[in-house]
C-alpha cells in the first residue's frame, strides 16, 4: 500500500515538474526531442537555483521518496563521504526512485555537478 502511494506521489511530482518545464519555457510541446538534446550541449546562462526550484525542490524539499532533504546535514553526510564523482554518477543515471538527472533533461554533466554541489553547500 506504501508503495502505490509513493508512486502515485512520484506520478503527481513528475507532472507537475514537466508542467513547470514547460511552463518555464525550458522545453515546449512542440519542442522535438533533437531540440532538448541540443539545449543539454548548450547551457549558456545556466542559473543553479532556477534550475534546483525547477527540477530539484519538489523531491529534496520534501524528502519524497527518500530524496535527501536539502538543509538536513544528516541526510547528506553519508553520500557526500561517497564523494562527488559517485554523487554525479548517481544524478546522471538516476538512483531509486530518482529518475536518470532529475528529470533535468537540458542539464549538462556540469550542470548537474553544480546543481549537486549547490545542495550539499546548503546543507552543511
Known amino acids: 500500500m ?17 508542467l513547470l518545464a514547460v511552463m518555464s519555457g525550458s522545453v515546449s510541446a512542440d ?11 548548450n547551457s549558456d546562462g545556466f542559473e543553479v537555483e532556477r534550475v534546483y526550484m525547477q527540477s530539484c525542490w519538489a523531491c529534496h524539499n520534501s524528502g519524497a521518496a527518500g530524496a535527501p532533504k536539502v538543509g538536513t546535514a544528516a541526510d547528506w553526510a553519508p553520500r557526500i563521504e561517497k564523494g562527488m564523482d559517485t554523487l554525479l554518477a548517481n544524478a546522471i543515471n538516476g538512483i531509486n526512485a530518482m529518475p536518470a538527472k532529475g528529470l533535468c533533461f537540458t542539464c549538462t554533466d556540469d550542470d ?6 549547490y545542495m550539499v553547500d546548503s546543507s552543511k
Not at 502515485?8 to 514537466?18: F, I, R, T, Y
Not at 519542442?31 to 550541449?41: D, E, N, S
Not at 548537474?112 to 554541489?117: H, V
Request: proline share 3%.
Open 2 to 18: 506504501k508503495l502505490i502511494k509513493v508512486l502515485k506521489s512520484l506520478a503527481v511530482q513528475v507532472s507537475a515538474m514537466s
Open 31 to 41: 519542442t522535438p526531442t533533437l531540440g532538448v538534446m541540443q539545449l543539454a550541449q
Open 112 to 117: 548537474l555537478k553544480d546543481l549537486i554541489q
